[in-house]
């Protein structure tokens, strides 16, 4: 059996989740435009140069949802999907994630992205498991409170979550033939090293060197 990992923002998406969802709560007029962009260029920039404070982050990026019933951000998150996301996903992912079900592989998507966001993605792309940031909820009434519980799912919170998903099925990294991580990022690294093959995917300028450097694959899903 072998184990293929997925990143999803600018890995299986053309394009980021977060900053997807952002432009879609601009669009309904949920939240400012002139904050919103300002900020997610500012946290952008710190992911790109790996300077991201996650904690910081998260709190900005949640706060939407605190102010809205799960019902009302249920409904919302429909109409994104088919405004914003599936005219994003590629034929190539589609067909990547496709060919390593096919094989019986174990397959996940690992994300820094919230559950909220990413869990129907990860279903419309057929992905059986997610691990994602979680968001925080009352569990009484669904309503998210607008910070993170338990790790982040980010650079080394991605191992930290995904050992913790291997323990819960009786699981290791070595139980495996293969292992693979898909990933864009250079914030992924640390993951990456994790597995047997890990493969570059449209990356960014430091995962490319470093990718080149080590004899790694590199792939385009566009």
Not at 78 to 97: F, G, K
Not at 169 to 174: A, F, M, P, R
């Given at each position: 059996m072998n184990l293929a990992l997925f990143d999803l923002d600018n890995t299986?998406?053309?394009?980021?989740?977060?900053?997807?969802?952002?432009?879609?709560?601009?669009?309904?007029?949920?939240?400012?435009?002139?904050?919103?962009?300002?900020?997610?260029?500012?946290?952008?920039?710190?992911?790109?140069?790996?300077?991201?404070?996650?904690?910081?982050?998260?709190?900005?990026?949640?706060?939407?949802?605190?102010?809205?019933?799960?019902?009302?951000?249920?409904?919302?998150?429909?109409?994104?999907?088919?405004?914003?996301?599936?005219?994003?996903?590629?034929?190539?992912?589609?067909?990547?994630?496709?060919?390593?079900?096919?094989?019986?592989?174990?397959?996940?998507?690992?994300?820094?992205?919230?559950?909220?966001v990413t869990g129907p993605i990860a279903r419309e792309l057929g992905v059986?498991?997610?691990?994602?940031?979680?968001?925080?909820?009352?569990?009484a009434n669904g309503a998210f409170s607008g910070g993170p519980r338990g790790?982040?799912?980010?650079?080394?919170?991605?191992?930290?979550?995904?050992?913790?998903?291997?323990?819960?099925?009786?699981?290791?990294?070595?139980?495996?033939?293969?292992?693979?991580?898909?990933?864009?990022?250079?914030?992924?690294?640390?993951?990456?090293?994790?597995?047997?093959?890990?493969?570059?995917?449209?990356?960014?300028?430091?995962?490319?060197?470093?990718?080149?450097?080590?004899?790694?694959?590199?792939?385009?899903?566009?």
């Amino acid at each position: 059996m072998n184990l293929a990992l997925f990143d999803l923002d600018n890995t299986l998406l053309i394009g980021d989740s977060d900053f997807e969802w952002a432009q879609f709560l601009i669009s309904k007029g949920v939240v400012d435009r002139e904050l919103q962009e300002a900020k997610n260029i500012e946290f952008y920039e710190h992911y790109k140069a790996g300077t991201l404070d996650i904690y910081e982050f998260l709190i900005f990026q949640l706060a939407p949802l605190t102010r809205h019933s799960r019902a009302e951000l249920d409904a919302w998150h429909r109409e994104y999907m088919d405004r914003h996301i599936r005219p994003i996903i590629s034929q190539p992912a589609r067909q990547l994630v496709a060919e390593h079900l096919a094989n019986g592989d174990l397959c996940a998507i690992v994300t820094a992205t919230n559950s909220f966001v990413t869990g129907p993605i990860a279903r419309e792309l057929g992905v059986p498991h997610l691990i994602a940031t979680t968001a925080a909820v009352d569990a009484a009434n669904g309503a998210f409170s607008g910070g993170p519980r338990g790790t982040p799912s980010f650079r080394d919170g991605k191992i930290v979550r995904v050992e913790s998903w291997l323990e819960s099925l009786g699981l290791w990294w070595g139980s495996f033939d293969d292992s693979f991580f898909y990933s864009d990022s250079h914030n992924d690294l640390p993951l990456m090293g994790k597995v047997k093959t890990p493969v570059a995917v449209d990356p960014d300028d430091k995962l490319r060197q470093h990718s080149s450097e080590l004899g790694w694959k590199i792939i385009t899903l566009r």
